[in-house]
C-alpha cells in the first residue's frame, strides 16, 4: 500500500468553524491533491500542489484553502464551514513520471458539518 | 474544463451476465485511465489507456480507448460480486498534472 495517511478520518463540526484536514505521505511524491466526493458528481478536485508552496486551484476550490510546507504534508482548510461542505474527503498523490502516472488514494475523511 | 460522462450511473446485475460501461468527452484526451472504488476505501488503479483504439485486458476486464481518444468503454465479462462497486475514469485535466474524474458508474453484481 501506498504510504499515504489522511486524519481524521470522521469529523463532525458546527456551521461557521473552521477546519482542517491533513494528508501525510512517505512517498516523497511530488503532487499532491485535494478531492471531494459526493452522490452523483464522482471526484471533484479542490487544490492540488506541484511541489513545496505550489499549489493551484481545481474545479471546487471556493471555501478552501490549502498549503504545503513540507513535501510529505498536504493540508486543506474549510475557513468557514457550511453545510455544503458536508462531504467525502479525498487525498491523493502522484509521482512525477508524467501524464499515465498512477495515483494512490488515502482512505478518505468524512466531514459532517452541522 | 475537460469533462468526462460515465453512464451508466447505476447498474444491478446477476452474477455471471456481461456488461459495458463508458466514459465520454468531447474533448480529446492524451490518456485515461480506469479506477474502482470499494466502500470505505479511496479508489484503486485498473489500467491506463493512451493509444486511439487500444485495447487491455485484465482477466475478465477489457478496457477500450476509443479511436479519436475521446471516449473509453469497459466491458467486464461473466460479472462476479466481487466486481461490485464504483468505476471511474480519469484523464489529465486542464492543466497537465490535474487528474479530472468522471462521475462513476456504481456497479452491483447479486449472487
Known amino acids: 500500500d501506498a504510504g499515504i495517511t489522511q486524519s481524521p478520518r470522521h469529523k463532525v463540526t458546527e456551521t461557521g468553524t473552521p477546519v482542517t484536514l491533513r494528508c501525510h505521505q512517505t512517498e516523497n511524491h511530488r503532487y499532491m491533491y485535494w478531492y471531494r466526493q459526493d452522490p452523483g458528481h464522482g471526484l471533484r478536485l479542490i487544490h492540488y500542489?506541484?511541489?513545496?508552496?505550489?499549489?493551484d486551484k481545481g474545479e471546487v476550490s471556493d471555501g478552501y484553502s490549502v498549503s504545503r510546507s513540507k513535501t510529505e504534508d498536504f493540508l486543506l482548510t474549510l475557513e468557514s464551514a457550511t453545510s455544503s461542505q458536508t462531504s467525502v474527503y479525498f487525498c491523493a498523490i502522484r509521482g512525477q513520471g508524467g501524464l499515465n502516472t498512477e495515483a494512490f488514494f488515502g482512505q478518505g475523511t468524512r466531514l459532517t458539518v452541522v | 474544463t475537460q469533462l468526462l460522462e460515465q453512464s451508466p450511473q447505476f447498474l444491478s446485475i446477476q452474477e455471471g451476465e456481461n456488461l459495458t460501461v463508458y466514459c465520454n468527452s468531447s474533448s480529446v484526451f492524451s490518456s485515461l485511465q480506469w479506477y474502482r472504488q470499494e466502500p470505505g476505501e479511496g479508489p484503486v488503479l485498473l489500467v491506463t489507456v493512451v493509444t486511439g483504439g487500444e485495447v487491455k485486458k485484465l482477466k475478465r476486464l477489457t478496457f477500450q480507448f476509443g479511436d479519436a481518444r475521446k471516449d473509453s468503454s469497459l466491458h467486464i465479462t461473466a460479472a462476479q460480486p466481487g466486481d461490485t462497486g464504483l468505476y471511474l475514469c480519469?484523464?489529465?485535466?486542464?492543466?497537465?498534472?490535474?487528474?479530472?474524474f468522471g462521475g462513476g458508474t456504481r456497479l452491483m453484481v447479486k449472487p
Open positions: 480519469a484523464g489529465p485535466g486542464r492543466a497537465g498534472n490535474m487528474l479530472t
Open positions: 500542489s506541484y511541489g513545496v508552496k505550489d499549489t
